[in-house]
């Protein structure tokens, strides 16, 4: 087989699921990641359709279910507290919810055994040759591997060394998120909450068991200029445009700074024409994130993972045609799945009349055949895409 030393840039959830697909089918993958270890915490990421049954192929399935976050009723109240309307079950779960933390531990001791792992470095730069791609690395020494893989998230590395700067391709849908891990002091069960104002959500649902819970943060803004790697400064940021706020929200603000997790970006998209150039492509968030707000990231990601593996494999390492294959079965799947993220302006609305309004739908939804549509709708989305045997 040609082609077979695969570095993957990011140990989240598409890295180490491509790693896992590789090395079944004979390839060497070793895996980069810029943080100390398997990142923990983080939010909940959903799974449903296709996505599920990859898991099920990799053996994986029982293993998730048995952390899964088992969220049931989603209640919107108001600054007293008082429910105001509830949102239907499985709309923010899928059909399978883990938090990002334990999917990604998962994924870490399934490929481990096979992966060579490398944390705390990262890819400083990227030399295609006919032979291969020379790689420099921040504190490694510098190697030399027959294909890259950019898997390393929204404001990817390898996609800026490859394909240029992230401007081009990342495409702001007018809001900022932030989530951290927080006691379960509202002793919630297997639930949450949301509370929302003009341009700005807040929600706290229970996590891992009922042992934790979650803090999640929305609101409206252009781009921001701030440091990607200044924690504090992202923080500071949080506070200031949630200073004025009721409800749970001033108690949640000093909880921050004893986040294990601390999590804080836009709520993005990344539209390319194309995801691989010469020896280095591109997977999961790196080449086509939806947003949480679609709540298909982890989903395609698993799926582009099975996808470019089993490509690879067929082509016998050819990554010219396997990379082309790859697109070619990926691109209507992820367009479809990137659509989910339209409707972010009824989930945190911007003008008074939209508020309103948003506050009358979740009000009736309950009561009206919509319910199911908005279950419907993504897990149409999720299962528009028929997975090729490569076994």
């Given at each position: 087989?040609?082609?077979?030393?695969?570095?993957?840039?990011?140990?989240?959830?598409?890295?180490?699921?491509?790693?896992?697909?590789?090395?079944?089918?004979?390839?060497?993958?070793?895996?980069?990641?810029?943080?100390?270890?398997?990142?923990?915490?983080?939010?909940?990421?959903?799974?449903?359709?296709t996505?599920?049954?990859?898991?099920e192929?990799?053996?994986?399935?029982?293993?998730?279910?048995?952390?899964?976050?088992?969220?049931g009723a989603?209640?919107?109240?108001?600054?007293?507290?008082?429910?105001?309307?509830?949102?239907?079950?499985g709309?923010?779960?899928?059909?399978?919810?883990?938090?990002?933390?334990?999917?990604?531990?998962?994924?870490?001791?399934a490929?481990?055994?096979?992966?060579?792992?490398?944390f705390?470095?990262s890819?400083?730069?990227?030399?295609?040759?006919?032979?291969?791609v020379?790689?420099?690395?921040?504190?490694?020494?510098?190697?030399?591997?027959?294909?890259?893989?950019?898997?390393?998230?929204?404001?990817?590395?390898?996609?800026?060394?490859?394909?240029?700067?992230?401007?081009?391709?990342?495409?702001h849908?007018?809001?900022?998120?932030?989530?951290?891990?927080?006691?379960?002091?509202?002793n919630?069960?297997?639930?949450?909450?949301y509370?929302?104002t003009?341009?700005?959500?807040?929600g706290?649902?229970?996590?891992?068991?009922?042992?934790?819970?979650?803090?999640?943060?929305?609101?409206?803004?252009?781009?921001?200029?701030?440091?990607?790697r200044?924690?504090?400064?992202?923080?500071?940021?949080?506070?200031?445009?949630f200073?004025?706020?009721?409800?749970?929200?001033?108690?949640?603000?000093?909880?921050?700074?004893?986040?294990?997790?601390?999590?804080?970006?836009?709520?993005?998209?990344?539209?390319?024409?194309?995801?691989?150039?010469?020896?280095?492509?591109?997977?999961?968030?790196?080449?086509?994130?939806a947003?949480?707000?679609?709540?298909?990231?982890?989903?395609?990601?698993?799926?582009?993972?099975?996808?470019?593996?089993?490509?690879?494999?067929?082509?016998?390492?050819?990554?010219?045609?396997?990379?082309?294959?790859?697109?070619?079965?990926?691109?209507?799947y992820?367009?479809?799945c990137?659509?989910?993220a339209?409707?972010?302006?009824?989930?945190?609305?911007?003008?008074?009349?939209k508020?309103?309004l948003?506050?009358?739908?979740?009000?009736?939804?309950?009561?009206?055949?919509?319910?199911?549509?908005?279950?419907?709708?993504?897990?149409?989305?999720?299962?528009?895409?028929?997975?090729?045997?490569?076994?």
């Amino acid at each position: 087989m040609k082609n077979r030393n695969i570095l993957i840039s990011g140990a989240g959830v598409a890295g180490p699921a491509l790693a896992f697909w590789l090395s079944r089918y004979g390839f060497r993958p070793t895996v980069i990641e810029r943080a100390p270890t398997v990142r923990p915490g983080g939010y909940a990421v959903d799974f449903r359709g296709t996505s599920m049954r990859v898991l099920e192929r990799m053996g994986l399935l029982a293993e998730v279910r048995k952390l899964q976050t088992r969220t049931g009723a989603i209640t919107i109240v108001d600054s007293r507290n008082r429910r105001l309307a509830s949102m239907p079950d499985g709309f923010t779960s899928g059909e399978l919810e883990i938090m990002r933390g334990d999917l990604a531990g998962i994924l870490y001791e399934a490929t481990r055994q096979d992966t060579e792992y490398i944390f705390d470095d990262s890819i400083t730069g990227l030399a295609p040759a006919e032979t291969g791609v020379d790689v420099t690395l921040d504190r490694g020494e510098p190697r030399k591997f027959d294909l890259v893989v950019g898997a390393d998230g929204l404001h990817s590395k390898v996609r800026a060394l490859a394909f240029g700067e992230e401007s081009r391709f990342i495409h702001h849908l007018g809001y900022y998120i932030s989530i951290f891990t927080i006691p379960n002091y509202m002793n919630l069960d297997r639930s949450g909450l949301y509370y929302g104002t003009l341009g700005k959500k807040v929600g706290i649902f229970s996590a891992r068991r009922n042992s934790e819970a979650t803090a999640s943060f929305f609101f409206d803004s252009p781009v921001l200029k701030y440091d990607l790697r200044d924690i504090r400064q992202q923080k500071n940021i949080l506070r200031e445009r949630f200073s004025e706020e009721s409800w749970e929200v001033p108690r949640l603000l000093k909880m921050v700074d004893a986040a294990p997790d601390f999590y804080f970006d836009s709520l993005s998209q990344v539209k390319m024409n194309r995801w691989s150039t010469e020896r280095t492509v591109l997977l999961g968030d790196a080449a086509y994130c939806a947003s949480p707000l679609s709540g298909m990231g982890s989903g395609m990601a698993v799926v582009g993972a099975y996808v470019l593996a089993g490509e690879l494999k067929e082509a016998d390492g050819d990554y010219c045609f396997a990379f082309r294959r790859y697109e070619a079965l990926m691109r209507e799947y992820v367009t479809k799945c990137q659509k989910i993220a339209d409707g972010a302006d009824w989930f945190v609305p911007r003008t008074r009349l939209k508020l309103w309004l948003s506050a009358q739908m979740w009000r009736i939804l309950p009561y009206t055949p919509w319910k199911d549509m908005m279950i419907e709708v993504p897990l149409k989305a999720a299962n528009s895409i028929i997975l090729k045997d490569y076994s």
